[in-house]
């Protein structure tokens, strides 16, 4: 079971990033995917989440607008994808995709090993 976030950088205030997220290893259409992030010297915060069919979305309120969660279901090899706009500075954070075989709640299974974003002023 693995999940491989990737897509992070370094941008300046306004601009946008694409984050991606791939899964192997499990049917990952059965589980509800999630993005999360941890900024410097804070805890890790949710950030977004998409359940199984991928007809439902839902989001932190500092992101809302903002950014935009989907996944790929075109094989049984999932990649989701965080699309961010109007990046700030307080979006930066180290950013990780979950996935949650729960239809609820805030307990996730499977962690990927994050990826960097880092927004300059």
């Known amino acids: 079971v693995q999940l491989q976030a990737s897509g992070g950088g370094l941008v300046q205030a306004g601009d946008s990033l694409r984050l991606s997220c791939a899964a192997s290893?499990?049917?990952?259409?059965?589980?509800?995917m999630g993005w999360f992030r941890r900024a410097p010297g804070k805890e890790r915060e949710f950030v977004a989440s998409i359940n199984k069919s991928g007809g439902s979305t839902y989001y932190a309120e500092s992101v809302k607008g903002r950014f935009t969660i989907s996944r790929d279901k075109a094989n049984a090899n999932l990649t989701l994808t965080l699309q961010m706009n109007s990046l700030q500075p307080d979006d930066t954070a180290v950013y990780y995709c979950a996935a949650s075989g729960r239809d609820y709640g805030p307990l996730y299974d499977y962690w990927g090993q994050g990826t960097q974003v880092t927004v300059s002023s």
């Open positions: 290893g499990r049917t990952f259409l059965k589980y509800r």
